[in-house]
């Protein structure tokens, strides 16, 4: 089966990596903005069927990604869809948490990881794999531990970290990355 998103045509797989949706484009564009033409390091956190990664390879040649994700199924994903569009020389797509499976620090970090707290089940997403959308305690265990990783050398100076949160992408700069967490820590007692 196949989507289009930001106007490429991906592979997906229903039901076993979660389908990219046309909202994510927008943490695609703010992405763009923070890569440029210069020759960048970008990790694609929890990369699915490694659309933002070959969306951002596609777009900004001068990119080198790294896309991460803990599913296998993902990752072969991943891997088909940087072959597809012939960026898989730039999409190192790699198995494992976070950003632990990269060699070294990136300059722009994009997640779109899950972050609905298992409580508030929304039928919107039945058909989609439950851990690609659904996150321990509050939903924001993923993305505190991503800061954190961020916080302690994974993410180069001066660089940014992009996520998406309900529809919307947030950022920050690698000083601002406690301002970040306070805001996605008062959406998400606003979505409780």
Known sequence: MTTIFHGLELTTAPGRVFTPRPATEALVDAALVRVGDEPKRVADVGTGTGAIAVAIAVAAPNAEIWATDTSPAAVALARTNAE?????????????????????????????????????????YDSEPAEAIYAPGDGLDHLRRLLDLCADGKLAMPGWVLVQYHRRALEADCQHLDELRARLETQARLAA
């Open 84 to 124: 597809r569009h012939d960026v898989a020389d730039r999409v190192h797509v790699r198995l494992g948490d976070l950003l632990d499976p990269l060699p070294e620090p990136v300059d722009v970090v994009v997640a779109n990881l899950p972050y609905l707290a298992a409580c508030l089940h929304e039928s919107a």
